[in-house]
C-alpha cells in the first residue's frame, strides 16, 4: 500500500486551526477533537453502508493535518465496514516517518463485527509502515464468552500487531458509561489526545455525552468540534446527523473556507477545561 501525500496547508489554514489543537502540556484527561463531513442537509452519508465522499481535496487534507496532531483516531464498526478506512495519516511532517506521523486507530466494536484481515485498508497501512496497527475495543462480557472461530481470527490479527481490547462497560445501552470506560482505558495506555470522526452513531452519541470529571460534576467529553459543509444535499434518505434534542455548545466558532467546502471549528463550553 502506497499512498500518495497530500499537498501542504497554506499559512491561513494553519493559522485558522491552531487554536484549537490539542494543547502541548500533559493533562489529567485526554483531549477529544470531534470532527467530520457534513451535506448542506447535515448527512454524512447518502446511506447506511454506503460510502459517500464530501471533502474536497482541500478539506480533505485539513483532515489529515488534523490526524498528525492527535494521538489517536476512533470511528465505529459501521464506518469500518461501509468505508474500509486507512485510518493514517498522509499529510507529511518534517522529521517523522508516516507511521510516526499517523494516529493510532481505535474502532469500537463491541461484538467483533469488523473481522479486519490482511487486506483491509487499516492493517495494509501498518504493514507498510504508513500507519498504526489498530485497537479494537470490544465490550467485555462478548469477550468472556468468545466463540472458538472468533478466538482463531482474534490470535490472526494480533500477530500482525493488532489489539483486541475488552473494555469493561462498553455497551449499547448505557451511551455514557461506555464513553467514560473508553476513555479511561485509553489514558492509561498513553493516549494524551484523540479524534473522533464518525459514523453518524457515534457521533451522535458523543454530541450528547457526559461523563464525570474529577470534581464529580458531569461534562461533555468533547472539546473542540470541526465540521467541513460540503456545499451538497444528499436527500432525505441520507445518514443524518442529529441530536435528539436541540444543543448550543458551540463558543469561540470560526468559518474558514477550504476550497469548494467551508469549516467551521468551535469550542465546546460544556466541556470542563483542565488545560
Known amino acids: 500500500m502506497t499512498s500518495q501525500p497530500l499537498h501542504l496547508l497554506s499559512d491561513s489554514s494553519t493559522a485558522f486551526l ?110 507498510s509502515k504508513e500507519g498504526k496497527e489498530p485497537w479494537i475495543l470490544v465490550s467485555s462480557e462478548w469477550h468472556a464468552a468468545v466463540s472458538p472461530s472468533d478466538q482463531v481470527h482474534i490470535q490472526s490479527i494480533e500477530s500482525l500487531g493488532a489489539r483486541v481490547i475488552p473494555v469493561k462497560g462498553l455497551q449499547s445501552d448505557n451511551r455514557n458509561e461506555s464513553w467514560a470506560a473508553i476513555l479511561q482505558l485509553l489514558k492509561e495506555r498513553g493516549i494524551r489526545s484523540l479524534m473522533v470522526e464518525g459514523g453518524a452513531q457515534v457521533i451522535t452519541d458523543l454530541l450528547v455525552a457526559a461523563v464525570q470529571d474529577k470534581s464529580g460534576s458531569k461534562v461533555s467529553p468533547v472539546d473542540v468540534i470541526i465540521i467541513t459543509i460540503a456545499p451538497v444535499y444528499l436527500g432525505k434518505n441520507g445518514v443524518e446527523v442529529s441530536p435528539a434534542s436541540a444543543l448550543d455548545h458551540c463558543y469561540d466558532i470560526k468559518w474558514e473556507p477550504f476550497g469548494r467546502d467551508v469549516v467551521m471549528a468551535s469550542f465546546n463550553r460544556k466541556a470542563r477545561s483542565a488545560y
Not at 494543547?23 to 446511506?47: C, E, H, N, W
Not at 518534517?94 to 467483533?112: L, N, V, W, Y
Open 18 to 127: 491552531s487554536p484549537y489543537l490539542p494543547p502541548s502540556l500533559p493533562s489529567d484527561r485526554i483531549f477529544v477533537t470531534l470532527t467530520y463531513a457534513a451535506s448542506l442537509d447535515s448527512r454524512i452519508a447518502l446511506g447506511r453502508g454506503l460510502r459517500t465522499q464530501l471533502s474536497g481535496p482541500e478539506s480533505k487534507c485539513m483532515t489529515h493535518y488534523l490526524r498528525a496532531h492527535h494521538d489517536a483516531i476512533l470511528v465505529g464498526v459501521n464506518t469500518v465496514l461501509a468505508d474500509n478506512p486507512g485510518l493514517n495519516c498522509r499529510y507529511r511532517v518534517a522529521g517523522k516517518s508516516p507511521s510516526e506521523a499517523s494516529p493510532r486507530p481505535i474502532i469500537i466494536d463491541p461484538t467483533f463485527r469488523c473481522k479486519l484481515s490482511t487486506g483491509s485498508k487499516v492493517m495494509l497501512a501498518a504493514s
